[in-house]
C-alpha cells in the first residue's frame, strides 16, 4: 500500500520535531512523522520521580517523540557553535537569530523562562581564574528544564503539531529510503513524499549510514569523545554552578598535549546506568523537583582517528564493550585516589569516602584496566587542572564512572539548506552528524524545513 504525503520526516526527535514545526506553522503541506519508538507518555522515565535508574531499555531511552534528548537533562545551550556549529551554514546574525528563534519556541511550550547567564563581572573572574591554569571556561546562556519536565514540553510541542495536521507514525521501523525517494516502512507500507527529512537521531546513526551508502552519499566519521563521569558533594561545585549551570572547561593536556573537556554538568543531580547494544554507559540527570547532594559531569577526551582506520564508532564501542564485560554487565565505578595509586577500588573504600554514589548499579574496579593510557593520563592530568578552579574536584574520594562516550555520527555533506546530493532528501539532527544537542538539532530542523519550503517557493518569516 503507497500513502501520499507532502513530506515525510523520519524520527521524532528535536530534529525531526522542529522540522514539522517549521513546516506546520508556516505552509500547507501535509506533512507525517515516523518514529520507531513510543509517544512521548508511553515512554517516561522513573528518574524523573523517584530520582532512581531503572534501566530502561534502549528503544525506550534512546527512540521515540523527543528521540534521546527527551528523556535528558533538558539544558538549552544558547550559542550557535555549541553543540554544533551553525557558523557552517549561516553568517553570525543568522546563526544568533535562529537560536534566539528556537528557544523562542521551546519557552513557548514550557521551558522555564530563567536565563541562567553569569554577568560580565562574575564571567571574567572565573574566565580569569581558568585561565591563570591554562583552562579555558566557556560562557554559554542556558536554560533547564529538567529531566522530571522535559516529557512535559516535548508532549506540548507534538500536541501543536497534531492540532495543526501532522500525523505521527509510531512504533514503526523504515527500512529504507529509496532512490526514488520512496519510504519502506516496517508495517509493509510505502510512502511517497516529495521530500525527505532524515532525522534519525542517536539511535539512528547507523542506519543512515547504510542508507547513505546504497543512495551513493557523500559521508564523512567524525570524532568521539571517551572518559568517564565524574562525581563529588555538590558544595564543590556551587561556585561554579551558582555562575553557571552548566559550565563548561576546555583543557590541553600537558603530556599529550590532548582536548578534554567538561560535558553535562548536573549539579545535585543523578547518575544513570544506559544500555546500549552489547554493551552499558553512564550519564547524568538533573531533576527540577528532586535533588541529591552530590554533582556529576562527564570528563571526556577527544579521539579523531585517521588511516588506516577512521572507525571511531567502533573503537569507542570496543572500549565500552570491555568495560561492560569487567563490570559484570554494570558500568565501573572507581575512587580518584585508587586510579591514582593503580589499584581497584572496593567498596569498603568507596563507602568510606566523602562521596556517596547516587548510582548502585556499578562495580567497583580499576579503569586502567578498561581505558587506553593515554586516556587515563588525560583524566589524571586534567582533573588536577581543573582542582586550580574549582578546588576539592580532584580529591581522592571523587569517584568515576566508566565508560562515558559521546559519539558523533557519521557525517552527512549537505549544503546551507540541509539538502544532500540526492535531491529533495534533507538531513538534520545528531543522526546525520550535523548536530551535537538539543538547541542545534532543532535549529537543523528548522533549516532543512525551511530548505523545502524554499524548493516550494513558501515564504517564511523567522
Known sequence: MVMSADVVIIGAGPAGLFAAYELAEKSSLKVVVVDMGRDVDERECPMEKTGRCMNCKPCNVMCGVGGAGGLSDGTLNLRPDIGGNLYEFMSDAEAWELVRYVDSIYVRHG?????????????E???????????????????????????????????????????????????????????VLSSGERLKPRYVIAAPGRAGASWMVEQAQRLGLRIRHGPIDVGVRVEVPAVI????????????????????????????????????KEHYRGYVGVNGHCLRDKKSENTNFAFLTR???????????????????????????????????????????????????????TLRAVTPG?????????????????????????????????????????YYAMRVEVDRTMETSVENLFVAGDGVGVSRGLVIASATGVLAARGVMQKEGVEWQA
Open 237 to 272: 561545585m556551587e561556585p561554579v554552578c551558582s555562575i553557571n549551570r552548566d559550565p563548561k572547561f576546555h583543557i590541553i593536556t600537558k603530556t599529550y598535549d590532548d582536548f578534554v573537556r567538561t560535558f553535562c554538568v548536573n549539579h545535585r543531580g543523578f547518575m544513570v
Open 303 to 357: 579521539i579523531e582517528l585517521t588511516e588506516p582506520v577512521e572507525n571511531s564508532t567502533e573503537y569507542g564501542e570496543s572500549i565500552a564493550r570491555t568495560a561492560t564485560t569487567l563490570g559484570g554487565g554494570n558500568p565501573l565505578i572507581q575512587r580518584l585516589g585508587d586510579l591514582r595509586r593503580g589499584r581497584r577500588s572496593t567498596w569498603k573504600r568507596i563507602n568510606s569516602g566523602l562521596v556517596h554514589p
Open 366 to 406: 580499576d579503569i586502567a584496566m578498561v581505558m587506553p593510557h593515554r586516556i587515563v593520563t588525560n583524566i589524571l592530568e586534567g582533573l588536577e587542572r581543573l582542582d586550580r578552579v574549582i578546588p576539592g574536584v580532584a580529591s581522592d574520594s571523587t569517584l568515576l564512572y566508566a565508560p562515558e562516550i559521546k
Open 125 to 183: 573572574e572565573l574566565s580569569r581564574k581558568a585561565a591563570s591554569a591554562g583552562i579555558e571556561f566557556v560562557q554559554i546562556p542556558q536554560r533547564h528544564i529538567g529531566s522530571d519536565h522535559t516529557p512535559e514540553v516535548i508532549k506540548s510541542i507534538a500536541e501543536h503539531l497534531r492540532s495543526r495536521g501532522v500525523r505521527f507514525i509510531l512504533k514503526t521501523r523504515v527500512e529504507e529510503i529509496t532512490p526514488e525517494l520512496e519510504v
Open 111 to 123: 521551558t522555564p523562562d530563567r536565563l541562567y547567564k553569569a554577568s560580565g563581572k562574575q564571567e
